[in-house]
């Protein structure tokens, strides 16, 4: 009996292509595939509010994985499930800490109708990384930004990421406090497009792309997890997947770690290498 299988993978070089967007040949092998029973689905650090547009018109048939594994996206009910948040002590922690630091974080925080994410800004001025990281996601729907508003006190319950942008010492600095007082996932790294940008993300304890796919091939009954992936941040599902496959643009790490290595993100390799397992 052939095994039941589901397809997960990456979005932002992987299954996207050089412009950021699913190409017309992936999106129709992958919506071909799913209308034939096929569980094809993606894992990526987005929020729904740029994941909902960039799947529409493609048929899938398992929920997204979106923020690095804070929540799973139902597409057919357009709503969050299986969310996590970060800890109540934790969130006013969080926000200390980055405060005494002179880090100022956005703060997700998933609306009433669980469906929409509220972030929220407290500084009174936005630094430069941070004025274009909003201009460039001001208008999306799904997604309400509250500049110079401290996060609400709902937030000590329903906030699902910290995310703050500036310059290297005081972002490393808050980041190691943090882990020093708190079990929560904790990620620092510099921005892939200015060095001299530091990123700082704080997630619930436990949240991994690598626990979330997880949890997804359970509750699809899957017997076989296939992941897709080229960046850091894909090693945690590489090493829980019964095939890790890193597409030819993938970092010397990820292709190191993978089972298979295939063409590159901008030859719709994912699909085509999904098709042609999916088949076989």
């Known amino acids: 009996m052939k095994q039941k299988t589901i397809y997960i ?35 990526t650090a987005r929020t729904p509010a740029t994941v909902v547009p960039l799947l ?32 109540s002590a934790d969130v006013a922690g969080a926000l200390d800490i980055c405060r005494r630091c002179g880090v100022h974080p956005f703060v997700y925080v998933m609306a009433d109708d669980g469906a929409t994410l509220d ?37 000590l319950h329903r906030s699902m990421l910290f995310y703050g942008m500036g310059p290297e010492e005081p972002v490393r600095r808050a980041a190691e406090a943090f882990r020093q007082h708190s079990e929560c996932s904790v990620c620092c790294y510099p921005d892939i497009f ?6 700082l993300e704080i997630f619930p304890p ?5 626990t979330a796919v ?16 080229d960046s850091l941040n894909d090693l945690p599902m590489f090493e829980v997947a019964d095939m890790a496959v890193a597409v030819g643009n993938a970092l010397p790490e990820v292709k190191e770690a993978a089972h298979v ?19 076989s």
């Open 9 to 43: 993978s990456d979005l932002d070089g992987t299954l996207l292509g050089t412009d950021s967007r699913i190409s017309q040949r992936s999106a129709s092998i992958i919506d071909e595939l799913s209308v034939r029973g096929a569980l094809v689905t993606v894992a």
């Open 56 to 87: 529409a018109g493609i048929s899938t048939n398992a929920p997204a994985i979106v923020m690095t594994g804070c929540a799973r996206w139902e597409r057919a009910d357009a709503c969050f499930s299986h969310a996590h948040f970060v800890p």
């Open 119 to 155: 972030v929220y800004h407290g500084a009174p001025v936005l630094n430069k990384a941070e004025e274009s990281f909003w201009l460039e996601r001001c208008n999306l729907s799904l997604k309400r930004f509250h500049l110079g508003t401290p996060a609400p006190p709902r937030a």
């Open 194 to 199: 200015n060095p001299h940008v530091y990123n």
């Open 206 to 210: 436990g949240v991994s792309k690598a």
């Open 214 to 229: 997880q949890s997804l091939k359970e509750s699809c009954g899957a017997d076989r997890l296939v992941v897709f992936g």
């Open 261 to 279: 290595v295939i063409e590159p993100n901008y030859t719709d390799a994912v699909a085509r290498f999904i098709e042609k397992d999916f088949e």
